[in-house]
T-cell receptor, first 114, second 115 residues
Framework: DQQVKQNSPSLSVQEGRISILNCDYTNSMFDYFLWYKKYPAEGPTFLISISSIKDKNEDGRFTVFLNKSAKHLSLHIVPSQPGDSAVYFCAAENYGGSQGNLIFGKGTKLSVKP | GAGVSQSPSNKVTEKGKDVELRCDPISGHTALYWYRQRLGQGLEFLIYFQGNSAPDKSGLPSDRFSAERTGESVSTLTIQRTQQEDSAVYLC?????????????FGEGSWLTVV
């Protein structure tokens, strides 16, 4: 049973527009969420995170929104740039518990067209 | 080095052979993780080491998989009697401390192909 779900395997967006990547989770014990970006033949790199005590965290063009009641988070990229084209992984963690690992979704491949 | 280092970067092996994958974490990082990503799939947790605590092996898919870590340094992931379904990129990551909401830093992965 997948605890972290990214239901859209791919997303295509025009340069300059907003990209919205979605993520749902089932485990109510998750209290820390992260987004990672992965280019081909490279390891994932950290992008942005959010604690469950917040509902929004912003870093430049990237904003993550968390809706705890819906167990849903989203990553907004605006404006989107061709260099943003990559696979984006949502990850969740039980920060306050004993679980020591991040649970990842399957990823969403974002393509930003010039 | 500055980042997580993995070796080999690419490995082609025959079905039934054993393979060892090595990970050098970032110096000073107490937590070390192994993940794998099979074609078209997400990142699958395998094992987690935190300091001197017993490792969390809950993600290892079978008893053919094992991993060791020497203190807070190098880790080796061993796959015995490899099968074609073991073909994947094996990603190692480290973080300064474990369950603290810290980000983890990934290596570039070891690409394993079992033929």
């Amino acid at each position: 049973d997948q605890q972290v779900k990214q239901n859209s395997p791919s997303l295509s967006v025009q340069e300059g527009r907003i990209s919205i990547l979605n993520c749902d989770y089932t485990n109510s014990m998750f209290d820390y969420f992260l987004w990672y970006k992965k280019y081909p033949a490279e390891g994932p790199t950290f992008l942005i995170s959010i604690s469950s005590i917040k509902d929004k965290n912003e870093d430049g063009r990237f904003t993550v929104f968390l809706n705890k009641s819906a167990k849903h988070l989203s990553l907004h990229i605006v404006p989107s740039q061709p260099g943003d084209s990559a696979v984006y992984f949502c990850a969740a963690e039980n920060y306050g518990g004993s679980q020591g690992n991040l649970i990842f979704g399957k990823g969403t491949k974002l393509s930003v067209k010039p | 080095g500055a980042g997580v280092s993995q070796s080999p970067s690419n490995k082609v092996t025959e079905k039934g052979k054993d393979v060892e994958l090595r990970c050098d974490p970032i110096s000073g990082h107490t937590a070390l993780y192994w993940y794998r990503q099979r074609l078209g799939q997400g990142l699958e947790f395998l094992i987690y080491f935190q300091g001197n605590s017993a490792p969390d092996k809950s993600g290892l898919p079978s008893d053919r998989f094992s991993a060791e870590r020497t203190g807070e340094s190098v880790s080796t992931l061993t796959i015995q009697r490899t099968q074609q379904e073991d073909s994947a990129v094996y990603l190692c990551a480290s973080s300064p401390i474990g369950t603290a909401g810290n980000t983890i830093y990934f290596g570039e992965g070891s690409w394993l192909t079992v033929v």
